[in-house]
């Protein structure tokens, strides 16, 4: 059995600077026009996001298999800090203009990250060693298709940018069998995950705090901001009563439910996040409105049901009438929606009524 790996004051300084990354990817949810979202800002979105969470999980896969609290793994850690400063302050929805800042801070980022498992200690076993070099190329291939983007102009620039990064994402699902050789530690990583989901869940604090903030006041408003204030906890409780309780931390994978699920569900938590403001601000076509709403709901309940259900002690594990229920609910939600326009904080109320019942269920 693996001792158990615990996070350092350094990495949750580390994760500080993603505050700023996940706010200003975020806010691109922000850019209704004509009561929608358009599909060029929910890509936007995407784009932004995607290299945020995945130079994140870079450094800290590292630091799960192989990390240990000594000066060198410091310094690398300090200059991971560094690119991403770069990074978070290049990000932007122009994305022509920021281009070169971006791409040196992302891809500076990766570069540290592939130099630490390059140079990896003689004196961890050859297991460890093989899926270190594994991972080390991985990210090299990525590295030099993104930094061949440089080459070209327009929209071309962006697909060589992003095929990097999928090729640098994907080649790690590819050779699993290596990574299960040198299983992550479980505890560690499921507690990485959930302070950067703390973070994102900020996102929603936020956005409940501009909803205060604003001058008009009456029952509905009142409404909105109590149904909103429960959701919000009852989101926190579903998340992290089943991260402490329900999940076992002995379990030895290579963590890739855990990595590519909660993807899934931080994209999910910034739609709800957005949806918050949005909704109160009346910025939506009532029917994008409930297909934004329902739609990150819906893909918080599926995201977090796959993540949790590999890990989950057996006998708490949800069974297929759990999720027919789940289901249900929303399905229930969305038809009286759709026959009677109902206004945003029942909407709120609903999701909030979802969430409880969610919670409930799970924990």
Known sequence: MKMEKKVTWLELFYDLLFVAAVAKASHVLLHAEHGVITFEYLMKFVLIFIPVWWAWVGQTLFINRYGQDIFIHRV????????????????????DQHYLSFFVGYIGSRVFTMIQYFTIHKSKSEQQQQAARFLGQCFLIGILISTSSLFFDSWLRYVILYAGIAVDIILPLIGRQKLVKVPIHTHHLLERFALFTLILLGESVVSIIAVLQLDHWDLKSVLFIAFTSVFVIALWWQYFDNVEKKVSKEIQTAGQAIIYGHLFIYISMSMIAASIQLLYLNKLNYLFMLGFVFGSVLLYFMSTSLVFHRYRYTHMRLRPYHLAIMLGVIGTFIIIDLIYRVPNYAIVGENMAFFLIYAKMTT
């Not at 690398?76 to 994305?95: E, G, H, K, N, P």
């Open 76 to 95: 690398f850690l300090i200059l991971q800090l560094l690119s991403v400063m770069v990074m978070t302050a290049s990000l932007s929805v122009d994305f």
